[in-house]
């Protein structure tokens, strides 16, 4: 079973876009689905993380993005506004059987990923 992200694409700074998370199989009962982004030449990090309990959001995407569930459709959207440059990356997102507290878990708790949806912030 393989998760799919979608939605990425080309928008202006202040733009907005939404990334949606395919997960069929990776029930929010027993899994955590992450968003990550990796932009050239930069490690993978964190952006937001939601479980059947709370969902974070790293410095990343604190205020301008929000991560929601839609458990009829076994998709995970990321929502994001007020775009800037430096958000241009590949996103990707990814389900780990791993808990949180305040803090999303590091990329290398997941074990299933998707193939990551190119967004790109230019004027």
């Known amino acids: 079973v393989q998760l799919q992200a979608s939605g990425g694409g080309s928008v202006q700074p202040g733009g907005s876009l939404r990334l949606s998370c395919a997960a069929p199989?990776?029930?929010?009962?027993?899994?955590?689905i992450g968003w990550f982004r990796q932009a050239p030449g930069k490690e993978r990090e964190a952006v937001a993380c939601?479980?059947?309990?709370?969902?974070l959001y790293t410095d990343s995407g604190k205020g301008r993005f929000t991560i929601a569930s839609d458990s009829a459709k076994n998709t995970v959207t990321l929502q994001m506004t007020r775009l800037k440059p430096d958000d241009t990356a590949i996103y990707y997102c990814?389900?780990?059987?791993?808990?949180?507290?305040?803090?999303?878990?590091?990329?290398?708790?997941?074990?299933?990923w998707g193939q990551g949806t190119q967004v790109t912030v230019s004027s």
């Open positions: 939601i479980s059947s309990l709370r969902t």
């Open positions: 990814a389900a780990g059987r791993v808990g949180f507290g305040s803090t999303c878990p590091g990329p290398r708790m997941y074990e299933h």
């Open positions: 199989g990776f029930s929010q009962d027993y899994y955590a």
